[in-house]
T-cell receptor, first 109, second 115 residues
Framework: GQNIDQPTEMTATEGAIVQINCTYQ??????LFWYQQHAGEAPTFLSY??LDGLEEKGRFSSFLSRSKGYSYLLLKELQMKDSASYLC??????????WGAGTKLIIKP | GAVVSQHPSWVICKSGTSVKIECRSL??????MFWYRQFPKQSLMLMAT?????????EQGVEKDKFLINHASLTLSTLTVTSAHPEDSSFYIC???????????FGPGTRLTVL
């Protein structure tokens, strides 16, 4: 079956750095997305990786290793507004988006 | 980025009534839209893929006759929850693909409460 694993919850301190990991086992791979979802709101797009390596976008970076079925989202200089759930999603061989359950990130002052 | 709207934002209805939720792509045309349901503290669950001009493709376990989807134009898809019951209370979110990576842009969601 298809499976995406991410930690359920993480806690970090304002101003610090946090890495949210995502491992996947899917039938085929056409890219991996990271989305941010604040409580009670719809998800918003953060990043897309289809090739191995690190993609940096401001305070957020996303890394992919296709051979390991692994990605991480790195958040730097954490701000209180970064408290949200972070969803990892993989596009499989049929271009269906397979969603992880999300990682709830709690930022403490 | 692309903008997707949903209406209504929230709705409270009595058990047995039907509720229609609209999803619109405001500044682009979407031949395909997606409908999701999300229960509290759970991940998004894809209900169906809505295709303009043709029948929707439903995920396993989703009742076609209960969740009616109509995609009559390139900018509008509707989801009708027929004969709603309390267990249908959930957060319903639509999305459409657009952009450089064909990423999904989500509507703001509709919170449905069935009494």
């Amino acid at each position: 079956g298809q499976n995406i694993d991410q930690p359920t919850e993480m806690t970090a301190t304002e101003g610090a750095i946090v890495q949210i990991n995502c491992t996947y086992q899917t039938s085929g791979f056409n890219g991996l997305f990271w989305y941010q979802q604040h409580a009670g709101e719809a998800p918003t797009f953060l990043s897309y990786n289809v090739l191995d390596g690190l993609e940096e976008k401001g305070r957020f970076s996303s890394f992919l290793s296709r051979s390991k079925g692994y990605s991480y989202l790195l958040l730097k200089e954490l701000q209180m507004k970064d408290s949200a759930s972070y969803l990892c999603a993989v596009l499989d061989s049929n271009y269906q988006l397979i969603w992880g359950a999300g990682t709830k990130l709690i930022i403490k002052p | 980025g692309a903008v997707v709207s949903q209406h209504p934002s929230w709705v409270i209805c009595k058990s047995g009534t039907s509720v229609k939720i609209e999803c619109r792509s405001l500044d682009f045309q979407a031949t395909t839209m997606f409908w999701y349901r999300q229960f509290p503290k759970q991940s998004l669950m894809l209900m169906a893929t809505s295709n303009e001009g043709s029948k929707a493709t439903y995920e396993q376990g989703v009742e076609k006759d209960k969740f009616l989807i109509n995609h009559a134009s390139l900018t509008l898809s509707t989801l009708t929850v027929t004969s709603a019951h309390p267990e249908d209370s959930s957060f319903y979110i639509c999305s459409a693909q657009q952009g450089e990576y064909n990423e999904q842009f989500f509507g703001p969601g509709t919170r449905l409460t069935v009494l």
